[in-house]
């Protein structure tokens, strides 16, 4: 099952079930974080009864942490005999404190406040991609697992990963590395990466691009099976309209020629 999560503002995933049911034990997800998968008609949190019949069991919500309010006290010290408080700051006080002026006062900290927003997430924001959105997303997921090989073989060769089964294509960026010379270094480098993954060579130094590039390989497949669901075989297949009339042309042709010829036999005995 592939779960996508709307978070940020953007969607995300695939993910797997386990992977989901992880995090929600964790506290790294939120159980009111809108999902959706194959088959759903639109989004729901991850704490729905739909997901509960998936096999999800999500805790409650987080509940929205109140703003810490910091009361600061200041303490003035107290006049002595000796100062005087001057006429026009107790006018200052006074006004302050009369009704027109604690008015303003409690108007201007209502407007400091700020006011409780609802989410900014439109209904757009909930619907599945469209066939072209994923025809699109499938383009720039190729073009990025194309680049693979040579990420693979340029981390194998920095981290100093040597095996029999790679040493040739490792010779071969060695030798261009030699020389100083940068032209064909990155077709080298893809070479020694594909011999990395012939050879089924695992390798921590490897782990993060290898996971990444199993990642899109994943997200691929799913885009595939999804195309294929919305009608993308019959879009390729689909025989163009002129080549229907072209057939019934030919049809048309050949049955006006049998009528022919068998008048041209009637009339001749």
Known sequence: MQIYLFQNGKQEGPFGLPRIAARLVSGDLDSATPAWRDGMTD??????????????????????????EEVVTASEPEPTATESVAPEETVSSESELSPDGAEAVVAEAKEEQPAHAFSNYREDDFKPPSYDEMEEEMAQLRAKRETFPELIGRQAFESGLRDEEIEEAWSE???????GSGEGLPEAFAGLGRAVMAAGITDP????????????????????????RMG???????????????ILLIFALF????????VFFEVIK
């Open 43 to 68: 989004w729901h949190p991850l704490h729905h009864p739909v997901w509960a019949e998936a096999g999800i069991v999500a805790p409650p919500p987080k509940a929205a942490e109140a703003p810490v």
């Open 205 to 228: 130094a490897l782990d993060e691009v290898r996971e990444e590039e199993e990642e899109i390989s994943d997200r691929m497949l799913n885009l595939q099976m999804q195309l294929r």
């Open 173 to 179: 960026v060695e030798k261009l590395k030699a020389g």
């Open 255 to 262: 049955m006006g020629g049998l009528v022919t010829a068998l």
């Open 232 to 246: 993308g075989g019959n879009r390729v297949k689909k025989p163009s309209p002129w080549r229907k009339w072209i």
